[in-house]
């Protein structure tokens, strides 16, 4: 009988430790995929920096993109002179997959982020229309005063008061509405630039409708330089 008891107990803890072995299994897969989930790269962080390779996990969509741009017989093509240039694209529910100084970013618009020789080169967002104030801000806050602008005219009877006052408190004490010989105009700062080091910056800010359109664009000397990035081709 002492036997037999033992033998019992035996398969009883070895039937124990199975169930264990397959709960914290579980457990550490549940987790992994988790944080997988949860990743998410701050795309203000990445030009002129090595890419991880979180990027190529988490992007909607990868293109290879062989050489530079040129203009050959009035068109724009793309000339190989041996550039590693990868065009990575979060669209739709992969936006969840970045955010901008640690702000979500506008899912219809998504984003792009171009790799050149394993190097973060190029990135384009735009802010979620509820959220343009607060994007401004701090992005301006950080790099400080711009090095340049250009200013732009609208209509200021096509531009209601909740886009007013959004670009009155983007640009205080610069936006101005002349009235007399035109008809009333409303003046104010559309693009700004900065250039920090290795990086250049380019803000936009365009009223359109009943919102404010907010675009970031963020480009390497580099890749300007060596015309990896369409629209940023000439220089």
Request: with cysteine; charged share 25%.
């Amino acid at each position: 009988m002492m036997v037999h008891d033992l033998r019992y107990k035996f398969e009883q803890n070895k039937r124990v430790v199975h169930v264990l072995f397959i709960l914290l299994s579980l457990y550490f897969l549940i987790g992994c995929n988790s944080d997988n989930q949860n990743e998410t790269i701050d795309l203000s962080a990445v030009v002129d920096k090595p890419v991880s390779n979180k990027i190529q996990d988490l992007a909607s969509k990868e293109d290879d993109q062989k050489g530079h741009y040129e203009f050959n017989g009035g068109q724009l093509k793309l000339v190989d002179n041996g550039e590693h240039v990868i065009n990575y694209s979060f669209d739709g529910k992969d936006t969840n997959n970045v955010k901008f100084q640690g702000k979500t970013i506008n899912d219809t618009y998504g984003a792009k982020v171009v790799v050149y020789g394993n190097v973060g080169a190029f990135v384009s967002i735009k802010a979620p229309e509820e959220h343009v104030k607060e994007y401004f801000t701090t992005f301006v806050k950080e790099l400080g005063r711009s090095d340049s602008m250009h200013i732009e005219s609208t209509a200021a009877a096509t531009v209601n008061d909740k886009v007013k006052s959004i670009l009155l408190e983007a640009y205080p004490g610069i936006l101005k509405a002349y009235k007399g010989d035109i008809p009333g105009r409303l003046l104010y700062p559309q693009k700004l630039f900065w250039k920090k080091g290795n990086v250049r910056y380019f803000l936009t800010l365009d009223p359109i409708g009943d919102n404010v359109n907010l675009k970031i664009d963020i480009i390497s000397e580099k890749a300007l330089k060596d015309r990896i990035v369409m629209g940023y081709h000439v220089h």
